[in-house]
């Protein structure tokens, strides 16, 4: 079974401030890892993912996530918030077993104050 | 290349009424997957197309929901008695492959019912 928490429902940090969402996973198989992203009224966006290879992954819009087996995290950050960041960013879980379903973490809504 | 689209974009039932939603997957995309968000939980999977084929449909809630693919192009998704826990977001995904990589997803179609 496989499983994701997304560590804190709501995020709020300053404009050119760091950008951390916490993400761990649960998985007994080697996990293919998402994070995606939904801006207000428009659909889900993939902003990265890891499936093999490098652990560090570049993604849209300045983001990136590192796959950390050891800790089963695959927190998204970015070095420097913009005020068009502001949405809400799901992490989600699939392995090759089960690649038809993913299973995504509650959600984190980023707002960045100016 | 068209995204996926889905319609009608919010729909506002009253309960047993009877509700269809669609989806028109990109072009070519042999795989597709319908999920859903209730308020303020996760989103959830609720089954898989390939072609016209229910590949996965374990996570559709009861009986009342019903998904169709005929021809292997568009789909529906119908529910009927429509119930108020059924209130949420529906999404809609394709894939050319088995969504190993990630989906595209659709904007959702808001579902009311009151």
């Known amino acids: 079974a496989q499983s994701v928490t997304q560590l804190g429902s709501h995020v709020s940090v300053s404009e050119g401030a760091l950008v951390l969402l916490r993400c761990n996973y649960s998985?007994?198989?080697?996990?293919?890892l998402f994070w995606y992203v939904q801006y207000p009224n428009q659909g889900l966006q993939l902003l990265l993912k890891?499936?093999?290879?490098?652990?560090l992954v570049k993604g849209i819009n300045g983001f990136e996530a590192e796959f950390k087996k050891s800790e089963t995290s695959f927190h998204l950050t970015k070095p420097s918030a913009h005020m068009s960041d502001a949405a809400e960013y799901f992490c989600?879980?699939?392995?090759?077993?089960?690649?038809?379903?993913?299973?995504f973490g509650s959600g984190t809504r980023l707002s960045i104050r100016p | 290349e068209a995204g996926v689209t889905q319609f009608p974009s919010h729909s506002v039932i009253e309960k047993g009424q009877t509700v269809t939603l669609r989806c028109d997957p990109i072009?070519?995309?042999?795989?597709l997957y319908w999920y859903r968000r209730v308020m303020g939980k996760e989103i959830k999977f609720l089954l898989h197309?390939?072609?016209?084929?229910?590949?996965?449909e374990s996570g559709m809630p009861n009986n009342r929901f019903l998904a169709e693919r005929t021809g292997g192009t568009y789909s529906t998704l119908k529910v009927q008695p429509a119930e108020l826990e059924d209130s949420g977001v529906y999404f809609c995904?394709?894939?050319?492959?088995?969504?190993?990589?990630?989906?595209?997803f659709g904007s959702g179609t808001r579902l009311t019912v009151v």
């Open positions: 995904a394709s894939s050319r492959g088995m969504g190993l990589h990630g989906y595209t």
């Open positions: 998985s007994s198989v080697p996990p293919y």
């Open positions: 890891y499936t093999t290879g490098a652990t």
């Open positions: 989600a879980v699939s392995s090759y077993s089960s690649a038809s379903k993913i299973i």
């Open positions: 072009s070519g995309h042999d795989n």
């Open positions: 197309f390939v072609k016209e084929s229910k590949q996965d």
